[in-house]
C-alpha cells in the first residue's frame, strides 16, 4: 500500500506491524494551521519508521514538522513511535487520560522489575500451563512513551483551525477514543469499529479489578451508532461509511461469543478454571496450534466475556486455592 490522499486535508500512511497478520496501521495525517497532526503513530520497529518517514515524505510533510500525536489506544501498533516521532519533533503526544495511567504505571512495574512476576501470578490464576508462565518471565518489554497531554471525553484536540473532538470509546482499551472531525463529519475510529474484523476485547492485569471491559464496548458502540452513518477512517483495513450499522453487527458477534460461553459453561460437568473455559470456545485455529501468546489473548477474551456474564447474572466465580473456576449461576 501507499499513502493516500483523502481529501479534505487527510492523509493516510500505512505502517507495517512486521510478522503481525493485520499487516499495517495506518496512521493519519491531518493538515493544520499550526503544522500536521497525526493520528496513531504505529509499531515502534525500524521497518515501520522507515514507512513512516517516506511515507510523510511522500505527502509533503515532513517527521520533524509534527506538530502532535493523537494516540487512539495505548497498544504499540498505535502508540509505539509517537516517542520516536516526539524526539524527532518536539510533538506533543496526547491519549485519553485513562490509557495514559494505565501507559505511565506499566512503565513503572517495567522499571522496577515486577511486571513479570505479577503477569505470571495472574496466569497461574487463570489454570494456565506452566509453559505458558515460563514465556512470559523471558519476555521483553517496551512500553510505550509517556503522553504529554491527558485528554477527556469531549474535549477539543490541539489542530488550529479545525474541530477534532475526543469521543471516549472504552472496551478494546480502557482509554480508547474515536476521533470526530467535526469540520468534516469523518470519524477516525481506531481499532473501536473495524470494517472487516471485529476488535480484540480483553481483561489485562493491568486493569482495574473491577473493570468490565466488554460491557464498556457494547456502551462505546451504542454511543457510536447514535452519531448515525459516518464516514469511518479506521486504523486497519480501509476507510468505509456505515459507522452505526457496522457497530450494530460487532455488537451482535459479541452476543453470540456469550451464548457460546454459556453453552461451554453448561456442558461442563465441574467448574472451569479460565483456561479451560476459554480452550472449549472456537478460534481461528484449535486451541493446540495456537502459540502461547495467541492463548493468553484468547484467555482475555474469554475472561472479558465472562466478566460481562458475571454483572448479568448468568455465571460465577469462585477461589479455589488460588485459582478461579467459573459456572452457571
Given at each position: 500500500?501507499?499513502?493516500?490522499?483523502?481529501?479534505g486535508?487527510v492523509?493516510s500512511?500505512?505502517?507495517?506491524?512486521?510478522?503481525?497478520p493485520?499487516?499495517y496501521?495506518?496512521?493519519y495525517?491531518l493538515?493544520?494551521?499550526?503544522?500536521?497532526?497525526?493520528?496513531d503513530?504505529g509499531?515502534?520497529?525500524p521497518?515501520?519508521?522507515?514507512?513512516?518517514?517516506?511515507?510523510?515524505a511522500?505527502?509533503?510533510?515532513?517527521?520533524a514538522?509534527?506538530?502532535g500525536?493523537?494516540v487512539t489506544?495505548?497498544h504499540?501498533?498505535h502508540?509505539?513511535?509517537?516517542?520516536r516521532?516526539?524526539?524527532a519533533?518536539?510533538?506533543?503526544?496526547?491519549?485519553?487520560e485513562?490509557?495514559a495511567?494505565?501507559v505511565?504505571?506499566?512503565?513503572?512495574?517495567?522499571?522496577d522489575?515486577?511486571?513479570?512476576?505479577?503477569?505470571?501470578?495472574?496466569l497461574?490464576?487463570?489454570?494456565?500451563d506452566?509453559?505458558?508462565?515460563?514465556?512470559?518471565?523471558?519476555e521483553v518489554?517496551?512500553p510505550p512513551?509517556?503522553?504529554?497531554?491527558?485528554?477527556?471525553d469531549g474535549?477539543?484536540?490541539?489542530?488550529p483551525g479545525?474541530?477534532l473532538?475526543?469521543?471516549w470509546?472504552?472496551?478494546?482499551?480502557?482509554g480508547?477514543?474515536?476521533l470526530?472531525l467535526?469540520?468534516?463529519d469523518?470519524?477516525?475510529t481506531?481499532?473501536?469499529v473495524?470494517?472487516?474484523?471485529?476488535?480484540h476485547i480483553g481483561?489485562?492485569p493491568l486493569d482495574d479489578?473491577?473493570?468490565d471491559?466488554?460491557?464498556?464496548?457494547?456502551?462505546s458502540?451504542?454511543?457510536?451508532a447514535s452519531?448515525?452513518?459516518?464516514e469511518?477512517?479506521p486504523?486497519h483495513?480501509?476507510?468505509?461509511?456505515?459507522?452505526?450499522?457496522?457497530?450494530?453487527?460487532?455488537?451482535?458477534?459479541?452476543?453470540?461469543?456469550?451464548?457460546?460461553l454459556?453453552?461451554?459453561?453448561?456442558?461442563a460437568?465441574?467448574?472451569?478454571t479460565l483456561?479451560?473455559?476459554?480452550r472449549?470456545?472456537?478460534?481461528?485455529?484449535?486451541?493446540?496450534?495456537l502459540p502461547p501468546?495467541l492463548?493468553?489473548?484468547?484467555?482475555?477474551e474469554?475472561?472479558?466475556?465472562?466478566?460481562?456474564?458475571?454483572r448479568r447474572?448468568r455465571?460465577?466465580?469462585?477461589?479455589?486455592d488460588?485459582?478461579?473456576?467459573?459456572?452457571?449461576?
Amino acid at each position: 500500500m501507499s499513502p493516500a490522499d483523502l481529501g479534505g486535508g487527510v492523509w493516510s500512511v500505512p505502517v507495517p506491524i512486521p510478522g503481525n497478520p493485520l499487516g499495517y496501521t495506518l496512521v493519519y495525517a491531518l493538515e493544520s494551521a499550526g503544522g500536521p497532526v497525526l493520528v496513531d503513530a504505529g509499531w515502534s520497529h525500524p521497518d515501520a519508521w522507515a514507512a513512516l518517514s517516506s511515507g510523510l515524505a511522500a505527502i509533503g510533510m515532513d517527521v520533524a514538522g509534527v506538530r502532535g500525536v493523537v494516540v487512539t489506544h495505548h497498544h504499540p501498533d498505535h502508540a509505539g513511535l509517537a516517542g520516536r516521532v516526539r524526539e524527532a519533533s518536539g510533538a506533543w503526544i496526547a491519549m485519553h487520560e485513562a490509557d495514559a495511567r494505565i501507559v505511565r504505571l506499566f512503565r513503572q512495574v517495567v522499571a522496577d522489575g515486577t511486571h513479570r512476576g505479577f503477569q505470571a501470578g495472574m496466569l497461574r490464576r487463570a489454570g494456565a500451563d506452566e509453559d505458558e508462565t515460563a514465556e512470559v518471565l523471558g519476555e521483553v518489554v517496551d512500553p510505550p512513551a509517556a503522553p504529554d497531554r491527558d485528554l477527556a471525553d469531549g474535549e477539543l484536540v490541539d489542530l488550529p483551525g479545525r474541530r477534532l473532538r475526543a469521543i471516549w470509546t472504552p472496551g478494546h482499551s480502557p482509554g480508547h477514543i474515536c476521533l470526530h472531525l467535526e469540520d468534516a463529519d469523518r470519524l477516525f475510529t481506531g481499532d473501536h469499529v473495524l470494517p472487516g474484523i471485529t476488535p480484540h476485547i480483553g481483561l489485562f492485569p493491568l486493569d482495574d479489578p473491577d473493570a468490565d471491559p466488554l460491557g464498556e464496548f457494547l456502551s462505546s458502540l451504542a454511543r457510536i451508532a447514535s452519531l448515525g452513518e459516518l464516514e469511518a477512517l479506521p486504523a486497519h483495513q480501509w476507510t468505509f461509511h456505515g459507522t452505526a450499522a457496522r457497530a450494530r453487527e460487532i455488537a451482535d458477534h459479541h452476543e453470540e461469543r456469550l451464548a457460546e460461553l454459556l453453552d461451554v459453561l453448561g456442558e461442563a460437568a465441574r467448574p472451569l478454571t479460565l483456561w479451560e473455559t476459554a480452550r472449549g470456545m472456537r478460534w481461528n485455529k484449535p486451541w493446540e496450534e495456537l502459540p502461547p501468546v495467541l492463548r493468553r489473548l484468547a484467555a482475555a477474551e474469554a475472561a472479558a466475556h465472562l466478566r460481562l456474564l458475571e454483572r448479568r447474572g448468568r455465571a460465577s466465580r469462585t477461589d479455589g486455592d488460588g485459582t478461579l473456576f467459573y459456572s452457571l449461576t
